[in-house]
Each structure stands twice: as C-alpha cells, then as structure tokens.
Antibody, heavy 121, light 110 residues
Framework: QVQLVESGGGVVQPGRSLRLSCAAS????????MHWVRQAPGKGLEWVAV????????YYTDSVKGRSTISRDNSKNTLYLQMNSLRAEDTAVYYC??????????????WGQGTLVTVSS | QSALTQPASVSGSPGQSITISCTGT?????????VSWYQQHPGKAPKLMIY???NRPSGVSNRFSGSKSGNTASLTISGLQAEDEADYYC??????????FGGGTKLTVL
C-alpha cells in the first residue's frame, strides 16, 4: 500500500535551517509528482511547493520562494524540502503529498502523517 | 496568491444536503479544471474527495459531488451523515503554476 512518511521536523531558532524528508513506498515513486503542504496550528492548509516526477519542474509559493528548495532522489524514493532563514510564520505541520499524475494535476491522492516544525527562540 | 473564499461554517441535519462554495478568480478557479476538494478530520491528514472539478477518487461515496460555474466551484454533500462532520478545503491550480487553497469550511452535522 502507498505510504508517505515525513521526518526532520522539530524546534529550530529563527534564521536557522532545516531539511524535511518524505520516504515513499508502495508505488513507483519516479512516476509521480510530489508536493509539500503545510498547516499552521489551528489554521488552514497552505500549499508550499511541487516537484515533477523527474525533477524537471519546481514551483513554490511566494512566501518560501528563495528560502526553500524542493528536491527528490528517485533512487532512494525520497522527497526533500530544504528550508533556510526560517521565520516564526513557518511554524506548521508539513505534509508531503502525492500528485495524481506526473506533477501537473495538483490534486493529492495520498498524504503523509505530517511532521511538525516549530520556529522559536 | 490570495486564498480562495469559502464560508467559515455550514451545517445541516442528517439526511439533508449541503453545498459549500469556493470563489476565486479567472486566474485560478475560473481558468482551469484543476479544482479539488479535501475533507479533514481533527488531527488527521486531509483526504481527497473531488478532483478536476467533479471527479471522485475510487472509494469516495457518491454522496459527494462537485461542480463549477465561472469563478465559483461547489461541493455538495447529499444524505448528510454524522461522519461527514469535518473541515473541507477547496484548492485550485493557478496561472502561476502554483496551487491555492480556500480558507476552509467547518461542516457541522446537527
């Protein structure tokens, strides 16, 4: 069965960096686009970034553009999100989610359980 | 990238039907078929209920249906059941190759 397991969250000081990982299993990882979506405590969903199945296209929401990098290692079935210059407003549960297609569907049929990132001094 | 507009809350009695609206612009909802709806129960990850405006993933009840007119998409739940009580989010692809969510709607089953 499809599984997405995020890791790498924790408490980090403002201005520092963090790398999130999402280990995928149960499907051909290299055939699907992957996204990161976050949810601040008690708030709604916010899309963060997408990477196409082959890594050829990457897009970001404005609030993380220039500070974050989405990447993938298809040989390791793993998705990453490198976040730099973290701010308090980056505090959220970060979900990885599978695109219905190679990356251009922007609908997410499987989600991980999420990993909490808390930015605080 | 302004969030799509959803009502903060809706409610209905068991067996009734409710509709949740999701209003955007011609650069998102009105310009593409890539409108989706998600259900989220407290403490859980979201679940895809509708994609491409009106398509249901395998396993999703046919009590859930989606539609779109102009810049507004809608999710209708018929035959309300207690387990439908949750938060619902719409989302849309945008002209900037990004995705925007709605602010979310809390559905209460009375």
């Amino acid at each position: 069965q499809v599984q997405l397991v995020e890791s790498g969250g924790g408490v980090v000081q403002p201005g520092r960096s963090l790398r999130l990982s999402c280990a995928a299993s149960g499907f051909t990882f290299s055939s699907y686009g992957m996204h990161w979506v976050r949810q601040a405590p008690g708030k709604g969903l916010e899309w963060v970034a997408v990477i196409w199945y082959d890594g050829s296209h990457k897009y970001y929401t404005d609030s993380v553009k220039g500070r974050s990098t989405i990447s993938r290692d298809n040989s390791k079935n793993t998705l990453y999100l490198q976040m730099n210059s973290l701010r308090a407003e980056d505090t959220a549960v970060y979900y990885c989610a599978r695109d219905l297609s190679q990356g251009y569907s922007y609908a997410f049929d499987y989600w991980g359980q999420g990993t909490l990132v808390t930015v605080s001094s | 990238q302004s969030a799509l507009t959803q009502p903060a809350s809706v409610s209905g009695s068991p067996g009734q039907s409710i509709t949740i609206s999701c209003t955007g612009t011609s650069s998102d909802v009105g310009g593409y078929i890539y409108v989706s709806w998600y259900q989220q129960h407290p403490g859980k990850a979201p679940k895809l209920m509708i994609y491409d405006v009106s398509n249901r993933p395998s396993g999703v009840s046919n009590r859930f249906s989606g539609s779109k007119s102009g810049n507004t998409a809608s999710l209708t739940i018929s035959g309300l059941q207690a387990e439908d009580e949750a938060d619902y989010y719409c989302s849309s692809y945008t002209s900037s190759n990004t995705l925007v969510f709605g602010g979310g709607t809390k559905l209460t089953v009375l």
